[in-house]
């Protein structure tokens, strides 16, 4: 398995701005951001696979932009104009897998990697 290390939460008001940063301790092709609200299932936010194809949930869609090097060790999540339902425990993710489909790419199975989470509170 591969270590992932998250950084870069916090707190932020409504319509502020956060970038998110994950270090995977080796080159993975398929990388993503899930997040967790207390009480509810961990969700897809995007990810991105070996070939750079890009799948947004529609909840952040056109908000949030994901990012990574080249080494494809690094990903990055900016979020734009948070709302307070972006309140969660962010997660990387990642996996060997080079290409993904759609609905791969958001969903919890298809990722043998997980970082520890970092928190992002939006207060309104």
């Known amino acids: 398995q591969v270590q992932l290390v998250e950084s870069g939460g916090g707190s932020v008001q409504a319509g502020g701005n956060l970038t998110l940063s994950c270090t995977a301790s080796r080159q993975r092709p398929s990388m993503a951001w899930f997040r967790q609200a207390p009480g509810k299932e961990r969700e897809g936010v995007v990810g991105i696979d070996g070939r750079g194809f890009r799948r947004y949930a529609d909840s952040v869609k056109g908000r949030f932009v994901i990012s990574r090097n080249n080494a494809q060790t690094n990903l990055y999540l900016q979020m734009n104009s948070l709302k307070p339902e972006d309140t969660a425990v962010y997660y990387c993710?990642?996996?060997?897998?080079?290409?993904?489909?759609?609905?791969?790419?958001?969903?919890?199975?298809?990722?043998?990697?997980w970082g520890q989470g970092t928190q992002v509170t939006v207060s309104s």
């Open positions: 993710a990642a996996t060997g897998s080079f290409a993904l489909n759609p609905i791969q790419a958001l969903d919890v199975t298809s990722y043998d990697s």
